[in-house]
């Protein structure tokens, strides 16, 4: 098993480009959840999916969005990259709900310039 | 606002030596789970203590958690260069449908 991935591993936008980070799970995890982590400021939850065809708005979800189409995958779009979006994105999943251990993917480094 | 907090934000010592990690929440909460976070690498579940435990074992790994100082510590026993890390408390309030992470406390281990 693979367990999380995330593509691309890197990526420079500059301002107000678009992207979207896909995240792709094999473990038939319910849950999925986009975070993103600055120095000094841990992980942050942006949005979060409870099932196929859910998502709802974590902490700090201005500037993205989100979409479960398939169970498997979790993608995060940005619309119009700002510099304040540079950060290390990394998406998780968890078993029936967020009480369970969440398994991490490796991350994606995004800076925008 | 933060529900976790790590203390120390870091903590620098010899091999073979205990490290003791300490978490502050704020709100009543089910679970508290640890994470590793290797440089450069995603977040890898250590171990998680339920609001009705007090203490838990895993290898090297003893964790404690009193709820009602609404505090958790990690402890690494006999540690190794391969411990150096951040570690993350994570939990989640009573209710909630998501963990909040802590700020981490990086471990360094010398040899």
């Known amino acids: 098993n693979a367990g999380v991935t995330q593509t691309p591993k890197f990526r420079v936008l500059k301002t107000g480009q678009s992207m979207t980070l896909l995240c792709a799970q094999d473990m038939n995890h319910e849950y999925m959840y986009w975070y993103r982590q600055d120095p000094g400021m841990g992980l942050r939850l942006i949005h979060y999916s409870v099932g196929e065809g859910t998502t709802a708005k974590g902490e700090v979800p201005d500037g993205y969005n989100v979409s479960r189409l398939k169970k498997q995958n979790f993608l995060l779009g940005l619309e119009s990259a700002a510099p304040s979006q540079t950060s290390v994105y990394f998406c998780a999943s968890s078993y029936l709900q967020q009480n369970y251990e969440q398994y991490f993917g490796p991350g994606t480094r995004l800076t925008v310039t | 606002s933060q529900q976790g907090e790590e203390d120390p934000q870091a903590l620098s010592i010899q091999e073979g030596e205990n490290a003791t990690m300490n978490c502050s929440y704020k709100?009543?909460?089910?679970?508290l789970q640890w994470y590793r976070q290797n440089s450069g690498r995603g977040l890898v579940h250590l171990i998680l203590?339920?609001?009705?435990?007090r203490e838990k074992h895993s290898g090297r790994l003893r964790v404690t958690l009193d709820t009602s100082k609404k505090s958790s510590s990690l402890l690494i026993t006999a540690s190794r260069a391969a411990d150096t890390a951040s570690y993350f408390c994570a939990t989640d309030a009573e209710g909630a449908q998501k963990l909040v992470f802590g700020q981490g406390t990086r471990l360094t281990i010398n040899p």
């Open positions: 203590i339920r609001s009705n435990e």
């Open positions: 709100t009543s909460i089910n679970n």
